[in-house]
């Protein structure tokens, strides 16, 4: 899946290869590309003990349309999504990959990508559910 910023139209995240570590997870890989940066970062995670599912915390974003005052983070392994409300009704969605938390040869890439606060961000809540569906674990 696509998530292009709408104030320029290179600036954008990718979502894609999804994979079942196992019944209680998602993994996925994800592309960040801007003016002059391309970042690749596969094996990024996420579990149904998390504290937040990302595209919950995306819909809450969407439900907060009218604004809010501090930025709020969601975060897990190697991303971390970052939410600002910008005058206008705009969201700065800032995606940031590390490549590894405690590794002296790490990397870190960030980009933003700007959203409208209603429809579009309610659009891309509806998106991140189907391409990342809570897991179900079998009993």
């Known amino acids: 899946m696509l998530i292009r910023c709408q104030e320029d139209h290179d600036?954008?995240?990718?979502?894609?290869?999804r994979y079942?570590?196992?019944?209680?997870?998602?993994?996925f890989a994800i592309d960040a590309q801007a003016d002059g940066l391309r970042a690749q970062l596969r094996g990024i995670e996420v579990w149904v003990w998390?504290?937040?599912w990302l595209p919950d915390f995306i819909a809450q974003l969407a439900a907060d349309y009218?604004?809010?005052?501090?930025e709020r983070i969601w975060r897990t392994n190697h991303l971390?999504?970052?939410a600002s409300f910008h005058t206008g009704g705009h969201v700065a969605l800032t995606?940031?990959?590390?490549?590894?938390?405690t590794r002296s040869d790490t990397w870190q890439a960030s980009i933003t990508t700007w959203l409208e606060a209603g429809e579009q961000?309610?659009?891309?809540?509806?998106?991140?559910?189907?391409f990342?569906?809570?897991?179900?674990?079998?009993r």
């Open 11 to 17: 600036t954008a995240v990718r979502l894609h290869s």
């Open 20 to 27: 079942l570590p196992d019944e209680y997870g998602i993994g």
């Open 50 to 52: 998390d504290d937040a």
């Open 66 to 70: 009218q604004g809010w005052d501090d």
């Open 80 to 82: 971390s999504v970052r």
């Open 95 to 101: 995606w940031h990959l590390h490549h590894w938390l």
């Open 121 to 130: 961000m309610k659009n891309l809540a509806a998106d991140l559910r189907e």
């Open 132 to 138: 990342l569906p809570i897991p179900t674990p079998s």
